[in-house]
């Protein structure tokens, strides 16, 4: 189901305002996205990144609790994880996934990015 089609559903269901209940899908990632070239990444995706050459992922801005996680599937290229600005995850400014499988999931406190 669509992330547009998730909210309406959410909204009809519940109580929660359209802005509430996207921030309910972000929290807890709610769309699987398969890349091989650069890409931004959306609250609360999963990314499933894969190019012989290397990509980066760029997280959007620091949300809070918002949630973003980025595999490496491919078989060889390093994926890096990027800051869209002078945020960080865990104090650095990039996070790098080398290996094929490695993976990282990144919240924000609304100012920076940590790995859980």
């Given at each position: 189901?669509?992330?547009?089609?998730?909210?309406?559903?959410?909204?009809?269901?519940?109580?929660?305002?359209?802005?509430?209940a996207?921030?309910?899908?972000?929290?807890?990632?709610?769309?699987?996205?398969?890349?091989?070239?650069?890409?931004?990444?959306?609250?609360?995706?999963?990314?499933?990144?894969?190019?012989?050459?290397?990509?980066?992922?760029?997280?959007?801005?620091?949300?809070?609790?918002?949630?973003?996680t980025?595999?490496?599937?491919?078989?060889?290229?390093?994926?890096?994880v990027?800051t869209?600005g002078?945020?960080?995850?865990?104090g650095?400014?990039t996070?790098?996934?080398?290996?094929?499988?490695?993976?990282?999931?990144?919240?924000?406190?609304?100012?920076?990015?940590?790995?859980?």
């Amino acid at each position: 189901m669509a992330t547009d089609a998730l909210i309406a559903e959410l909204v009809y269901r519940s109580e929660l305002t359209p802005a509430a209940a996207a921030d309910v899908l972000a929290r807890i990632g709610s769309n699987v996205v398969t890349v091989t070239a650069d890409y931004t990444a959306k609250y609360g995706e999963t990314v499933l990144a894969s190019k012989a050459a290397g990509a980066t992922v760029n997280l959007p801005t620091p949300k809070v609790n918002a949630r973003v996680t980025v595999v490496n599937t491919g078989a060889s290229g390093t994926i890096t994880v990027n800051t869209p600005g002078s945020e960080t995850i865990n104090g650095a400014a990039t996070a790098s996934l080398a290996s094929q499988y490695a993976k990282v999931t990144v919240v924000s406190d609304g100012t920076n990015w940590y790995q859980v």
